[in-house]
T-cell receptor, first 115, second 112 residues
């Protein structure tokens, strides 16, 4: 079991460019979560899929951010027209089920730097 | 919105001493509680998952205490060693919730 896989591990973009982050959840897990980690804001929930369907995107910035899960083996987080304040570590997590008690397994994260 | 406060933000203890990290939460519907360890450059490693029905939970080298009346959760490293140096985060979910609401984190340094 390779755990949650995130690619790339590091990404540097120029202001205004697009960034796409990839997540491969643990095989058989039905829920996928995206979080963002910064020094200032800490760990923040962004969005969540259950059986590939978007369930809760209440943490997603309303503009420029979008997430998809086209199949059960991967999810993407896309940031259009990146801004310096988007610089953060983006963490993906998956869990076997979607209850509040289910253990979420976190990937290593993608460190995004917007210059 | 609901918040999770974590204290202290930084903690330095000598090897063999205890280290206590505390989280307070506001959501009365909070039901599941988690403690994570994050080493530099690494992702979150689950230390313990606690259900609201149990007040004292013991792990390997640490104890987690839950006080539902005061809405307080604490992690007590009983005899810290240098390998415990890391960032620690608490997290909370409601009974009906799914995503985890995280505390602000504590950076622990254990000095030999």
């Amino acid at each position: 079991n390779a755990g949650v896989i995130q690619t790339p591990r590091h990404k540097v973009t120029g202001k205004g460019q697009e960034a796409t982050l990839w997540c491969e959840p643990i095989s058989g897990h039905s829920a996928v979560f995206w979080y963002r980690q910064t020094i200032v804001q800490g760990l923040e929930f962004l969005t969540y899929f259950r059986n590939q369907a978007p369930i809760d995107d209440s943490g997603m910035p309303k503009e420029r951010f979008s997430a998809q899960m086209p199949n059960q083996s991967h999810s993407t987080l896309k940031i259009q027209s990146t801004q310096p304040q988007d610089s953060a570590v983006y963490l993906c997590a998956s869990s076997l089920d979607w209850g509040g008690q289910d253990t979420q397994y976190f990937g290593p994260g993608t460190r995004l730097l917007v210059l | 919105g609901e918040q999770v406060e974590q204290r202290p933000p930084h903690l330095s203890v000598r090897e063999g001493d205890s280290a206590v990290i505390t989280c307070t939460y506001t959501d009365p519907n909070s039901y599941y509680f988690f403690w994570y360890k994050q080493e530099p450059g690494a992702s979150l490693q689950l230390l313990m998952k606690v259900f609201s029905s149990t007040e004292i939970n013991e792990g390997q080298g640490f104890t987690v205490l839950l006080n539902k009346k005061d809405k307080r959760l604490s992690l007590n490293l009983t005899a810290a060693h240098p390998g415990d140096s890391a960032a620690y985060f608490c997290a909370v979910t409601a009974n009906s919730g799914t995503y985890q609401r995280f505390g602000t984190g504590t950076k622990l340094q254990v000095v030999p």
